[in-house]
Structures are given as structure tokens and as C-alpha cells.
């Protein structure tokens, strides 16, 4: 079992982000995305290794993470917020609620797209002139389209295949998340 301490950052071709290493280089995570993908391909990642490896592929200036939270009792929730906190990411909390359908069930909801784009087009603003999104949300469209708009290159990392078609055609660049280092990620024997 490998501490996280002693991890190193992955030996990657320095041009796999496909970036320009001197372009200001904001970061932003959609979480609940995020999680959908580390679910559906069974892994888990090092957040701090995966931020470490983002400012070796660019000259990064700013990481956010955004989630949407249940409450202050989900401790598993809670504990991973901090984990990704300590690992040097900006995390953005809101809060989602509970809805009643028709059927009698409830069904939590919640959406950080409006926060999200408001701070990727706040980041071009203050001179990012790289954008890497992290998600596959169709939602982002708009954003993607007006971080363009405003001079900057938007790269998307994402799952292959539940990425929108929309976006992914809109960005300067598109990763798929499956592709990135295995040594991003912990491997099972943790």
C-alpha cells in the first residue's frame, strides 16, 4: 500500500494536456460529474496528485471543484469536501434539495451550471487564457462558448461516452477522462 505522501507525480508526455505551459490556466470541476465518472469507471482519484500533475501540463492559477450537497450530516460527503480542500482545490458548496415527483418519490436536486459558468467567464475575465472544464454536462455550452468569445482556449476532460455531443464540439480540445495517467488514480489494493 502506497502512501500518498510518497506518491510522485506521474512521468506524462508534458504536452498531454495539449496546452500552452505558459497560458494562465483555470481549472473547474463539475463534482457531481466528476464522481459519475470516477463511479462508472470503478476508480478513485488522488486529488492531490491529480492537481500536482495540473501545474506540471500548465501554468495553472486557479482550481475550483463545485458540488452540490445534501446537508451538513453526510459525513461521507463532508469528509471528501475536505479531502479535496486539503488537496489545494477551491471547493464551491451549494446546498440542492428534495423534490416530491408524481410518483410519491423524492428525487434530490441541484445545479452548480449557473455558478460554474459564471466563474469560468469571471476567470476569463481576469485573464485566464486557458480553461480546462471537467464535465459533460450539455449545460455548459453557453460558457464554453463565451470563454471562446473572450480570446481564451477551452479544453474539455470528460467520460467519452456521456459527454454531449455539443460541447464537446465547442471546445479547442477534448480529453477523455478514462484516457488520463492510471497514476492519477489509487490503485485497488487501497
Not at 505558459?22 to 492537481?51: A, C, E, P, Q, W
Not at 423534490?99 to 445545479?111: D, L, N, P, R, Y
Not at 460541447?167 to 477522462?177: G, L, N, Q
Request: with cysteine; charged share 30%.
Amino acid at each position: 500500500m502506497t502512501d500518498v505522501m510518497e506518491r510522485n507525480v506521474p512521468v506524462v508526455d508534458r504536452d498531454f494536456l495539449r496546452v500552452n505551459p505558459l497560458d494562465r490556466t483555470h481549472v473547474f470541476i463539475d463534482g457531481s460529474n466528476l464522481m459519475g465518472m470516477l463511479r462508472s469507471t470503478n476508480r478513485k482519484l488522488d486529488y492531490k496528485l491529480f492537481l500536482t500533475f495540473l501545474r506540471e501540463q500548465t501554468r495553472l492559477i486557479r482550481a475550483n471543484y463545485f458540488v452540490i450537497l445534501r446537508d451538513d450530516s453526510d459525513k461521507r460527503a463532508t469528509g471528501v469536501i475536505d479531502m479535496i480542500e486539503y488537496a489545494g482545490f477551491e471547493v464551491y458548496r451549494k446546498w440542492g434539495h428534495e423534490v416530491q415527483e408524481q410518483t410519491g418519490f423524492f428525487k434530490f436536486k441541484g445545479t452548480i451550471v449557473p455558478e460554474m459558468t459564471v466563474a469560468i467567464l469571471d476567470g476569463v475575465g481576469a485573464g485566464a487564457e486557458h480553461v480546462i472544464i471537467v464535465s459533460g454536462d450539455g449545460d455548459f455550452y453557453p460558457a464554453i462558448e463565451g470563454a471562446k468569445n473572450r480570446g481564451a482556449r477551452v479544453t474539455l476532460i470528460s467520460h467519452g461516452d456521456s459527454t454531449s455531443d455539443d460541447v464537446r464540439r465547442a471546445c479547442d480540445s477534448f480529453i477523455k477522462f478514462e484516457d488520463l495517467p492510471e497514476e492519477l488514480f489509487f490503485s485497488d489494493q487501497r
